[in-house]
């Protein structure tokens, strides 16, 4: 258990604000939100990588939150993803102090489809 939190402390320390290099993402996204990437921070392991994304809400979300950066984990062989690192922000720019965690790297994958902003993502990540 500490081992996580020190893990968690080390990743709010070194999470970048949206102003550095984010790309947003023009994949559907719903009315009032808005979804980056940071092409800067992507960490390559063979066929996996492992990439940051922002969401940013103009409405308050369930958990009083209006932004989240999510650390992703990609299969670039398989169109897949799984989210590793989750943090909850009550800006939408996510620059204000987080205010909700997770991080587990045991979860489950999830297919996503040629349309969805992970294969939009994924496409920029996963070439060499």
Same mark, same amino acid.
């Given at each position: ?5 020190? =893990? ?9 604000p ?6 947003? =993402?023009?994949?559907? /996204? ?11 921070? =992507? ?9 940051w994304?922002?969401? /940013? ?21 398989? !169109? ?18 987080? =205010? ?5 790297? !045991? ?8 349309q /969805? ?6 496409? !920029? /990540?996963?070439?060499?």
């Amino acid at each position: 258990m500490l081992i996580k939190f020190l =893990i968690l402390f080390i990743l709010l320390t070194v999470v970048m604000p949206v102003q550095a290099g984010w790309t947003k =993402i023009d994949a559907a /996204s719903k009315p009032g939100e808005a979804h980056f990437f940071d092409p800067d921070a =992507i960490q390559k392991q063979g066929m996996l990588r492992k990439v940051w994304l922002l969401s /940013s809400y103009d409405q308050l979300q369930t958990g009083g939150h209006r932004a989240t950066k999510i650390l992703y984990q990609l299969d670039c062989t398989a !169109n897949r993803a799984r989210p590793v690192t989750i943090l909850l922000y009550p800006d939408k720019d996510a620059v204000q102090a987080v =205010i909700g965690a997770l991080h587990d790297e !045991n979860r489950e994958w999830f297919e996503f489809p040629a349309q /969805s902003m992970f294969h939009a993502v994924a496409v !920029n /990540s996963c070439a060499d």
